[in-house]
């Protein structure tokens, strides 16, 4: 049963509430997902899934191995492409079992049958680029979910589910990504963080809209999500990302500006405290104004001035 919310910021609860249900980011939700964020129980297409995972698992770490830990799933329209020996954009089961052959995966009868299982969700007895990305990624868990949503939505100010090219590159702090923090040479640093840059804008930009939807935004973090292990690390790379205050332990965040406060009270009183601004995306940080406005919009009173920490 649905029911109209008529209370300011329903919209955006209504939407948190659709996102915990809607698992594989469609647009809408599945009996399946709808069983299970419910209820808690899979339906017999998730249990078939579950003993497919070996060969779908050997399938993943090759193409992690071949496109890279982060982009390998961002790697996959090539790869199949080279697969694809009809140029039709899908591939049979022929094709599938010999490109992965020549990749040195090799797969045997009992290995095709539960990829194109758990591939070919429409029966047709060939693997669609879409059908096979969607499958290969996987559900991202919810806790990861969570936070692109909240990732998202401090981009997206006005709550229109869109966000413009010039908004994402002046927010943007690429050297967290997952790409960047692996190198320890300041010039490869550089230059990884140069390449993410370029890769956000060919992703996200490929019709020249200039526009980043939600939809878009949640799919490149979906393919992240799939080559990254550990939860802390995925909650880490998002948080310092996006400047997202929060987290705990080794994966609270470590971007956001911190700033030394001078007190002063009505009585005279004074005294210093060190704050985090907690939205410092796009902060000039000589701009002790815009500085102090942000601090109080968080709550910090009594404010005489302000020195980066």
């Known amino acids: 049963m649905l029911v109209k919310l008529n209370v300011v910021g329903a ?9 915990e249900f809607d698992e594989d980011c469609s647009g809408e939700i599945t009996y399946e997902e709808f069983a299970f964020g419910l209820l808690g129980v899979r339906t017999g297409s998730a249990k078939e899934d579950a003993a497919n995972k070996g060969a779908v698992e050997r399938v993943k770490a ?20 080279a697969m694809d020996k009809d140029g039709n954009r899908s591939l049979d089961r022929e094709e599938f079992q010999d490109g992965f052959g020549v990749y040195g ?18 029966n047709s007895g060939k693997v669609t680029i879409e059908e096979f990305l969607k499958g290969i990624r996987g559900r991202m868990p ?17 709550g ?19 790409d960047v923090m692996d190198e320890d040479d300041p010039e490869l640093k550089k230059a990884a963080e140069e390449r993410i840059l370029d890769e956000f804008m060919d992703t996200w930009d490929a019709d020249d809209s200039g526009i980043i939807t939600w939809k878009e935004f949640y799919e490149y973090y979906q393919d992240i999500s799939a080559g990254i292990d550990m939860d802390d690390y995925f909650e880490l790379m998002i948080r310092n990302a996006w400047h997202m205050s929060g987290g705990e332990g080794w994966c609270a ?6 700033v030394l406060v001078m007190h002063r009270d009505k009585d005279g009183n004074d005294w210093q405290t060190v704050e985090e601004i907690q939205d410092d995306l796009g902060l000039d940080k000589s701009d002790k ?3 102090i406005r942000r601090l109080k919009k968080q709550g910090v009173k009594d404010i005489l ?5």
């Open 253 to 258: 965040n470590t971007s956001n500006t911190r």
């Open 305 to 309: 001035d302000v020195q980066l920490s």
């Open 11 to 19: 919209q955006n609860t209504v939407a948190d509430l659709f996102d």
């Open 62 to 81: 090759k193409i992690f191995e071949r496109g890279g830990k982060n982009a390998g799933i961002r790697a996959c329209t090539r790869i199949l492409a």
């Open 160 to 178: 229109s589910g869109e966000i413009t090219m010039e908004e994402f590159k002046c927010r943007y702090d690429a050297s967290k990504h997952p």
């Open 105 to 122: 995966v090799e797969l045997n009868e009992d290995d095709m049958d539960k990829l194109m299982r758990h591939f070919d969700k429409d």
């Open 142 to 158: 919810r806790c990861r979910r969570v936070l692109v949503r909240q990732a998202f939505n401090i981009l997206d100010e006005d």
């Open 289 to 291: 104004e815009e500085m």
